[in-house]
């Protein structure tokens, strides 16, 4: 529980930071402090410090630990569990969100503070990129430590696999740089070993490929043909080339259930349509949208933006199709989806994954999922004003379908989509890795300075 710090401790942080220092009521407290799932909007933090730089990230630290004040990072804010939230101080980073690309070398520097956007406009004018996030407001740091995937992973692994470098400051105030030859160990866990747990991410180096030119595709069918089409998409993916992304997806909002495909192709359109034949000729969609991009064309094509509102998510490590049933279990879990005031609704969705995410062994980075061909992502949402009960049957819902899946997946769970409710969540997240992360933490943090729910070692 952290410790209420007085007026004049409060005080002595304004004086010591060059940042802004905010406390609740003040101007731009919530935008600073506000998750962005608004499950967790109630959470309300003792305080924040607006970092201007590395060094207000030390003396925070510093300050935090000497007033006993429990402390936080805040990146995008965007943290499914509320991990970026707490009672005690929140750092928030929004303002380290440089980013430099050198076309020359390929690397590509962002500070930890730095959003998708942030970064996607330092990367385009040299035509070169690494697997990034679908969401413009998601925080490369928190991508980055959990692993990160997206539509290129297949081809370009995780953004956990680009990283090359990150400085962090650790509990003890250090400055630290590291990479593959300093300080080899806590690099590792950063590459996949959860956000927040073993200090402050300043700056993350990635080392970016060239792009190409690719084709996207938007495909939407009636319920009545949701069998089919996961059945046969299944098989595309996993006899299709790295270079064809997929999200498989079905989801009730209203009264409505829709069945979509929507991806990408690092290739011509040409190409993409003789992959999708199987779907289209199985299940015509009643919309078909296949057409050559650019490689920027194709992001904005992607992009996802989650409503306003709160929402739960559980996710599953998929190694092989999933069968007949078990596609019929999830299907009908949600066409009985409870209703609620957010227009999101909630659904199901299998993410391709598979190529060169595999490539890399399950202990060379603190990210263990590498014999994954699918993810399973399944969600559910309602509005902040809607009745207890309504939040209540979502979450019920959403218990019960992960429940009725267990037996067709394994026990793996995705460490970008926390779940606050996950029992078993060290071995969902890390697995055999996890061991090794605990003895990390303990080096680096040995008073557990960086604790919360679900923090390595907790």
Known sequence: MS?????????RLERAVTGRVRRPGEAGFRAASTPFNKRFAGITPAGVVSVAGAAD????????????????????????????????????????????????????????GALMTDVYAAIEPC?????LGNSATV????????????????????TADALVATTIVTADGQLRHCDAENDADLFWACRGGGGGNFGVNVSFTFQARPVTDCATYVLL???????KVFSVLQDTVRLAPDEFAARIGVSKAGGDTIVSAIGQHLGPAADLREILDPVLSVAPPVRAVIEDRTFWQAKDDLRHETAEGAFAARTNIVTRPLPDEAIATMLGFVERRPGSGNPD???????????????????????????????????????????????????????DLGEAMAPYVSAGAFQNFTDPDLADWRTAYYGVNYPRLARIKEQVDPDGVFTFAQSIGS
């Open 221 to 227: 069918w009636d319920g009545a043909d949701a069998a």
């Open 127 to 131: 035509e070169m990129a690494f697997a």
């Open 345 to 399: 609704g909630g659904g199901a969705a299998l993410f391709s994954w598979g190529g060169a995410i595999n490539r890399v062994g399950a202990t060379d980075t603190a990210f263990v999922h590498r014999d994954t061909m699918f993810l399973l992502a399944m969600d559910t949402s309602w509005a902040t004003d809607d009745d207890p009960a309504v939040v209540e049957a979502n979450l019920r819902w959403l218990a």
């Open 3 to 11: 410790r209420r710090p007085s007026d004049a401790d409060w005080r």
């Open 139 to 158: 925080g490369i740091g928190g991508l980055t430590l959990g692993g990160g995937c997206g539509a290129t992973s297949r081809v370009y692994g995780l």
């Open 57 to 112: 990230v030390q003396r925070a630290i510093a300050w935090a630990r000497d007033t006993g004040v429990d402390v936080v990072a805040r990146g995008g804010g965007h943290s499914f569990a509320g991990h970026s939230a707490g009672t005690g101080l929140v750092l928030d980073l929004g303002a380290l969100n440089t980013v430099t690309a050198d076309g020359a070398t390929g690397l590509v520097t962002a500070g930890g």
